[in-house]
């Protein structure tokens, strides 16, 4: 069964480096997404990507954070300079359809990340 | 700010009686929900979904109700199996039309299927 392969699986940054998250979504999907769960708290929405450009996007995705399909297999997050807050498990997702439409997500199994 | 709430964060039941699990959310845009199933250290795994014109949908032993004037969801696991003990989530939408709408999700609920 067709995979959503996230790396690495554990990441463990000083405040204020910068971290590259990588996602390899499903062959055939067209929508991406990233979402975050803070230890013991709900999984949030961060972005959405479609069609090479961010279709929506949450509050906690500010100017510290990027998006990118750099060769049409990754997509990748970036955080810019980590905060000690930014400590997450972050999830990809991706999607063969608009949610309306019946899909739901395939996401992967996350990448945990801890600054220091 | 919480938009879909699942009220219940952890339910105990007996392997092959029926697990109920519940979801209320306020936003009366959202017209399209979902359930995932997550195992600790894997993502969340998609299990069933439901549009805002139906009041239910059924997939073998995973059905949900949706009554949209309560505001109120909830999925029904009928016979509970040892397997079915993980945390759901409620996830909801507001499907534009044209874009990738995020989801929003509740906090989950830790389901425990006891022998």
């Known amino acids: 069964e067709p995979e959503v392969t996230q790396t690495p699986s554990h990441q463990v940054t000083q405040m204020g480096q910068e971290v590259i998250l990588r996602c390899v979504p499903i062959?055939?999907?067209?929508?991406f997404y990233w979402y975050r769960q803070i230890l013991g708290q709900k999984v949030e929405f961060l972005v959405s990507?479609?069609?090479?450009?961010?279709?929506?996007k949450s509050e906690i995705f500010d100017d510290q954070f990027s998006v990118e399909r750099p060769d049409g297999s990754n997509f990748t997050l970036k955080i810019r300079s980590t905060k000690l807050e930014d400590s997450a498990m972050y999830f990809c997702?991706?999607?063969?359809?608009?949610?309306?439409?019946?899909?739901?997500?395939?996401f992967g199994s996350g990448t945990r990340l801890t600054v220091v | 700010d919480q938009q879909v709430k699942q009220n219940s964060p952890s339910l105990s039941v007996q392997e092959g009686r029926i697990s109920i699990l519940n979801c209320d959310y306020t936003n009366s845009m959202f017209d399209y929900f979902l359930w995932y199933k997550k195992y600790p250290a894997e993502g969340p795994t998609f299990l069933i979904s439901i549009s805002s014109i139906k009041d239910k949908n059924e997939d073998g032993r995973f059905t949900v109700f949706l009554n949209k004037s309560a505001k109120h969801l909830s999925l029904h696991i009928v016979p509970s199996q040892p397997g079915d003990s993980a945390v759901y989530f409620c996830?909801?939408?507001?499907?534009?039309?044209?874009?990738?709408?995020?989801?929003?999700f509740g906090k989950g609920t830790h389901l425990i299927i006891q022998p």
């Open positions: 990507f479609y069609n090479n450009e961010i279709s929506e």
């Open positions: 996830a909801a939408s507001e499907y534009s039309g044209g874009g990738a709408d995020g989801l929003t």
């Open positions: 997702a991706s999607a063969q359809r608009e949610q309306g439409a019946g899909a739901g997500y395939t």
């Open positions: 062959s055939n999907h067209l929508y």
